[in-house]
C-alpha cells in the first residue's frame, strides 16, 4: 500500500518536474551539477490558511496545477522513496497555464 499525504493547513505537496535533458554548448550536464527545477505540479493541498476567528480561508491551487516557486522554498520529503516538496502557499510565484503535460520527473 503506498502511502499517502495530505498537507495541512497552508501547505501544499508539490513534485518536481523538469523539461528533459539541459544541453549547454554541445556539453551535456550531468544530474549532480544540475540545478534543482523551480517548476512543480501540485499533488496535494491543505485545507487553507485561517485567521484568529477560526475562519478558513481556501487555497488559490488545487492538485494537478503547474507552479513555479522559489529556488530555496519549502522542505524536501521523500515518500515511498519518491523525492516531493512541501511548500506553503505564499512561496508559489504564480500558476502556470497552456503548458504540455508530458514532463519528466526530477531525479
Keep these: 500500500m503506498a502511502a499517502k499525504l495530505t498537507p495541512l493547513h497552508d501547505r501544499i505537496l508539490v513534485r518536481r518536474i523538469e523539461e528533459g535533458e539541459s544541453i549547454r554548448g554541445g556539453i551535456i550536464i550531468p544530474d549532480t551539477a544540475k540545478e534543482k527545477p523551480q517548476e512543480g505540479e501540485v499533488i496535494a493541498v491543505g485545507k487553507g490558511k485561517s485567521n ?9 491551487v488545487k492538485e494537478g496545477d503547474r507552479v513555479l516557486f522559489g529556488k530555496y522554498a519549502g522542505s524536501e520529503v521523500k515518500i515511498d522513496g519518491e523525492e516531493f516538496l512541501i511548500i506553503k502557499e505564499e512561496e508559489i510565484y504564480g500558476v502556470l497555464t497552456g503548458v504540455a503535460k508530458s514532463v519528466k520527473k526530477a531525479s
Excluded at 484568529?52 to 488559490?60: A, I, Q, R, S
Design 52 to 60: 484568529n476567528k477560526g475562519e478558513v480561508f481556501p487555497l488559490d
